[in-house]
Structures are given as structure tokens and as C-alpha cells.
């Protein structure tokens, strides 16, 4: 017997976090039967599981995905208001996955997409400590001050305590373009940060996620990870 949220990010389908909500919009059935709420077991040599009508199993082979991702898209398969998603941008992906976290709407970059639930799960989990680097355009003239702040600790909208490295990288007229270093990866973490200190986000690209970079991928272009990617991110999450 397996957690039902489990056995969906075995199937490649959605993350744990991400099942819950598949089941709150119900469209997840078992044995004919529509979830009402997490924390369902099913059993995976006997329960039929269905994600939106289609059977869904666990995976036989795992697919690690890069995306350069634009501006002004939702990070996620699909959104009720007929936004624009990134699965728009995997159409020539042969196989079905799912994204690694989040990326705001009007944030763009790296971001991570895949159908090995376990990897997927210790990657967003502020327990493995996964480095995610950021470049930041804010209002103001961002001070070595404010990038101590920013060091010590800030106490987040969640009431948990966000802190990055920043570093500044160049003054633009009133603004300041600063790199800024996560480990944990809050919601709207940079964002809050930078605004606590006096200096609101105007522009936010994720650069880098555990070293890996979309280099040489234009805005909106994807590729496959390389094998040395994929054992970088076993081993930094403890699954080597």
C-alpha cells in the first residue's frame, strides 16, 4: 500500500504537494471512485488510478528536463483561466512530467521539470539545502547594509525566516542589479526579501538551479539534463 500523493509522483504526474490539489479540483478517481481528500492509500497491484480519465502507473523510465522559462507564464500543466502554461513550451516532449517548484508568473529562468518523484520531492525540500541562484533587478540603490540584512535572517509573510547571499552586481540609473543565493527556496521568497530591506523587485530571473544553467537555451527553449546534471542532483539530495 502506498500514500495516494506518493503514487502519483511515482506515476510522473504531479509532486506530492502538487496531488493535493489535483484531488481538491477532483480529478483524480480511483476504482471509479472520485477523491474527496488527501491522504488516501491505494494499493498498486490492484487499485485502477485515474488522473483527468486516463490511467495513470509508475514510470519505467525517468526524464530530467531544463526550461528556459519566459516571463508571463504559469509553472504549472495546466490553469483554469486559460493562461499561458509551460507545457506550451514541451509540446515536442514525448514523455510527461512535472515542474520542480515554482517560478512566478512574471519570473523567468531556470527551472527544473521531471517525472522521478523522490528526486523531485528532496529537491524542493529546504532539508536537502539545494542551492538556487537568482538576478534580481530592484528599485533603489541596494546597499552592502542591506545585503547583510538579508544575510542574518527576515521573517517571511508564512511567519518563517527567509535569508539569501546578495551580492551586488552593478548600479542602473535608480536601480540595482543583485544576485541573490537561496537554499531553501520560500514562496515569493526573493521578492519579499528585497522589499523588506526598501527595495521592491522589478524584474526576477532564476539563473541557476544546483549549477545547472540554461546557457546557450533561448527564453522558452528546453533540453534534456546531461548524466553528470542528473548524478549532481542524486548527490546532492542524498540518493546515490
Known sequence: ?????????????TSRRGAEALIAEGRVVIN??????????VDENTDIVKVDGVIVSPVDV?????????????????????RKTILNFLKKLPDRVYPVGRLDFDTEGVILLTNDGDLAYRLAHPRYQVPKVYEALVKGQFSRENAEKVLRGIKLEDGATGRARADILGFVKSMTRVRMTLTEGRKREVKQLCKAVGHPVEKLRRVEFAGITARNL???????????????????????
Open 1 to 13: 500500500m502506498i500514500r495516494i500523493n506518493k503514487y502519483l509522483s511515482l506515476c510522473g504526474v
Open 32 to 41: 471509479e471512485s472520485r477523491l474527496e481528500k488527501a491522504g488516501a492509500v
Open 62 to 82: 525517468k526524464v530530467y528536463v531544463l526550461l528556459n522559462k519566459p516571463a508571463s507564464v504559469m509553472t504549472t500543466l495546466h490553469d483554469p483561466f486559460k
Open 218 to 240: 533561448n527564453s522558452g527553449e528546453w533540453r534534456y539534463l546531461t548524466s553528470s546534471e542528473i548524478s549532481r542532483l542524486k548527490s546532492l539530495t542524498g540518493l546515490t
